[in-house]
């Protein structure tokens, strides 16, 4: 192969067990980024429901050991283990993803002693999306109607995207003194489809410019509800 000097995105090979929503969603969002999937669900109505727009549907029992050995499960990057109702086929699918050696076992728990649950058991990472959607939606309201969204990057400190306060519209960045009143630091502004990285201080801020700030909560959220 002729090598450009592009950069060539790596193919990863997913395991995504159970399509519900959330699994059906998540392989296929795997899938449009052209990675390889392997989608599977002992339902066999699901998997022809989805047979059409998925390359790779198989019904399948993914508590069976013996039919996740036929498929080489080893070989796939990771699996995630997406069996929302049924907890203990999640939990026993968890455990025979580790017994035969998957690489990276990723597990849906519904609740956070669920979450528990599966890490001990084995899972590599426990995603709770409906409690964290939650936390997600709540925060977003604490910190005022002008937060656009908002992402924790850990315990403590938020990226936080904030309509632009009508008291620093026109201003230069450096004028506003964000940094210094509200200890947050703007590493981008968002203008339209524009996105202006690690803007300078002579940088103007217009009506409508989203800012992505970088800080703790209760500074992003003292920005936030700046008028």
């Given amino acids: 192969?002729?090598?450009?000097?592009?950069?060539?995105?790596k193919v990863q090979d997913y395991l995504v067990?159970?399509?519900?929503?959330f699994g059906s969603s998540l392989a296929m969002t795997l899938h449009e980024a052209g990675h390889s999937v392997l989608a599977i669900d002992r339902d066999?109505?699901?998997?022809?429901h989805f047979a059409s727009t998925l390359p790779h549907v198989a019904q399948m029992d993914s508590t069976?050991?013996?039919?996740l050995e036929e498929i080489d499960v080893p070989h796939f990057d990771a699996a995630i283990v997406c069996i929302g109702s049924d907890f203990e086929s999640n939990v026993l699918t968890t455990v025979l993803l580790r017994q035969i050696g998957?690489?990276?076992?990723?597990?849906k728990a519904r609740t956070r002693t669920q979450r528990e649950i599966l890490e001990k058991v084995g899972a590599d990472e426990v995603v709770l999306p409906e409690y964290d959607a939650g936390v997600h939606l709540a925060r977003r309201l604490i910190s005022g109607?002008?937060?656009?969204?908002f992402m924790e990057i850990s315990?403590?400190?938020?990226?936080?995207e904030v309509e632009a306060p009508d008291s620093v519209v026109g201003k230069k960045l450096s004028e506003s003194d964000i940094r210094n009143r509200y200890h947050v630091t703007v590493v981008a502004i968002r203008r339209g489809e524009e996105v202006i990285a690690v803007p300078h201080g002579e940088e103007q801020i217009l009506a409508h410019d989203i800012l992505v700030v970088l800080g703790h909560h209760e500074d992003c959220n003292a920005l936030a509800?700046?008028?």
């Fill in 102 to 107: 998957v690489k990276r076992v990723l597990a």
């Fill in 1 to 9: 192969m002729e090598n450009n000097g592009s950069k060539t995105k």
């Fill in 225 to 227: 509800k700046l008028q």
């Fill in 155 to 160: 315990p403590g400190t938020t990226i936080v």
């Fill in 17 to 21: 067990i159970g399509l519900g929503r």
């Fill in 44 to 48: 066999a109505d699901q998997v022809q």
């Fill in 64 to 67: 069976n050991k013996e039919a």
């Fill in 145 to 149: 109607a002008r937060v656009v969204d």
